[in-house]
């Protein structure tokens, strides 16, 4: 490409420019030069044709020289007087700017392609933190009264499960037994095969005690939740999510009381929960539906299996630090709060729990549930 910059510097001589600013539009007008060379190339003309056709612009000094000082005067240096209305100036430096920085990237394709890119990638990362940020520590949970919400484990620390999850005896005692919260349920992860409508699909759900909304303070949009009768071997009823119910559904309200096929079974939808609602628990579960929990008689009575994640609501007043109750069960348990934890993280983030030592009697082992900070 030729070098269009000894051309423009010997018609800028009688202009009378300063050196920064005479270099400043040889770099600014040879672009322009080089991008009209590029173009008349490309309409077919061969390379002289295409470098005389782009001197033609620079041929009549009478029309440069007035236009070059016309370009120079808003530009003149003087000085700052506060109040001096250099407002204009400012803006007609910026725009001259602004078009150089462009000419100056058009020109290096391959340099402004990757700084785009790395703009990108900044953008897109500090907008994920932040939605993370933003979901985890500032919104509230959708819960009511959330800081009296509070994650039971058992420590059986003495076997090397500091946080082990709850079996079915082990929180049904629990249950009974607990005198500062004002409720307790329990919940497992399932997975469920939706078929009769539609395309086969495998969902997330999860097996939860019929108090377990009541207890977190959450009212299905539609419908009505689980009953105490619905919390027994044989009934067959689902809770669907808002979003499965846009999804699968249609948002069709009368999807209330109809039939749906999970894991070949017939389940009656009963209700439908409102948008936003993700349990707490251990796994990065995304609930799509929940059936009543519904020990079996032999399910009830087992201690060894451990698979629950247990829920309690504190009594107003009963502070969570160093208060303890009599459990009567064999395994401590400890809980931690889950206030300003997110739905799906606040079982991980917990804080750890003090432990004390178990005492044992002749009869069993009896442990110290402690809720602890």
Sequence with gaps: MPDFRGEIRSRLVDVGLSAVRENAIVEELSQHLEQEYARVLSHGASEEEARLTTLEELQNPDLLGPELKRVESPVAQSPVVLGGGRATTMIGDLGQDLRYGLRMLLRSPAFTSIAVLALALGIG????????????LLQPLPFRNPDQLVIIWENATHLGFPKNTPSPANFLDWQRQSTVFSGMAAMAPKNFNLTGSGEPERLDGRRVSAN?????????RLGRGFLPQDDTPGAHVVLLSNGLWQRRFGADPRVIGQPVNLNG??????????????????????????VPLAF????????????????ARRKPGVALHTHS???GVTSRANAASLES????????ASRSPSA??????????ERTARISG
Aim: overall charge negative; proline content about 7%; glycine content about 6%.
């Design 125 to 136: 990362a500090n907008t994920a933190i932040f939605s993370v940020v933003n979901a985890v």
């Design 212 to 220: 377990l909304f009541d207890v977190l303070g959450v009212q299905p």
């Design 265 to 290: 079974e017939s389940c009656t939808v009963i209700g439908v929960m409102p948008p936003g609602i993700q349990l707490p628990g251990f796994d990065n579960w995304q609930d799509q539906l929940w």
């Design 296 to 311: 079996s008689s032999e399910e009830a009575a087992q201690r060894g299996n451990h698979f629950l994640e247990v829920i």
């Design 325 to 327: 109750f009599a459990a």
């Design 341 to 348: 934890l997110s739905p799906c993280s606040k079982a991980l």
């Design 356 to 365: 004390s030592a178990p005492s044992r009697s002749s009869a069993r082992s």
